[in-house]
């Protein structure tokens, strides 16, 4: 990271790095665990439920720790609020994502076979799009001219989202599934739509990270 940014804190700059560590352990980790429960793996699913909130847990420390030190150890003050911001909304990425995996332990929704591989595509695409955030947001700490490239990325893999988003709901509103009951149907959309807002909120971020470099070049 360069020095301009933190002066010589090491310190600072490790807090951030694994900061974001840990949010990318809880993209994998909910990917991992939406594949168990899609692929009715139950029993694993609920063995790890706990992974997601210790990682949620330990990323809302250095959350806090990183804040605190921003603002003892950051050389530039006009860039504070730019990471603050970036790192405050990183982490409702991580609070979303233990909600829906706690959510989905307590409704327990019964996803039918046929749209089994439509779920799965749609949690890889919205979790690909939170790891090449974090990969946008490493870049603008130690290589700020990758940061467009990751953001770009980032779009691509939202953009995917919505049409496996919007292609499960159709499917799920169609006569193929007539008989399943509108309770279910919409039980069914209500996740999709969280599932979704990952990447979502990783877009979001994505714009913050993309206007901060900017900021940083000028």
Not at 27 to 46: G, P
Not at 171 to 198: G, P, T, V
Not at 207 to 212: F, L, T
Request: net charge negative.
């Amino acid at each position: 990271m360069p020095h301009i940014l933190f002066g010589r804190s090491k310190e600072l700059e490790i807090e951030i790095t694994e900061y974001l560590d840990l949010v990318n352990r809880g993209s994998l980790t909910f990917k991992r665990d939406l594949n168990r429960y899609i692929k009715k793996n139950f029993e694993l699913f609920e063995e790890s439920l706990t992974d997601i909130k210790e990682i949620e847990n330990n990323a809302d420390e250095h959350q806090k720790d990183i804040k605190y030190k921003l603002y003892k150890y950051m050389l530039i003050p006009e860039s504070r609020a730019d990471v603050l911001g970036i790192i405050e909304e990183i982490d409702t990425i991580t609070d979303l994502a233990k909600e829906v995996i706690y959510e989905i332990s307590i409704e327990k929704p019964f996803i039918p076979e046929e749209l089994e591989n439509d779920f799965l595509e749609l949690v890889e695409n919205s979790t690909e799009a939170v790891d090449m955030l974090v990969k946008a947001v490493r870049a603008f700490f130690e290589e700020i001219s990758q940061v467009n490239d990751y953001v770009n990325k980032v779009h691509f893999f939202e953009h995917q989202a919505d049409k496996n988003e919007e292609r499960l709901k159709r499917k799920i509103f169609s006569e193929q599934f007539e008989k399943i009951d509108i309770a279910h149907k919409l039980q069914l959309r209500y996740f999709i739509e969280e599932i979704a807002a990952l990447s979502d909120q990783a877009e979001s971020v994505s714009e913050d990270v993309s206007v901060a470099a900017i900021k940083r070049r000028i």
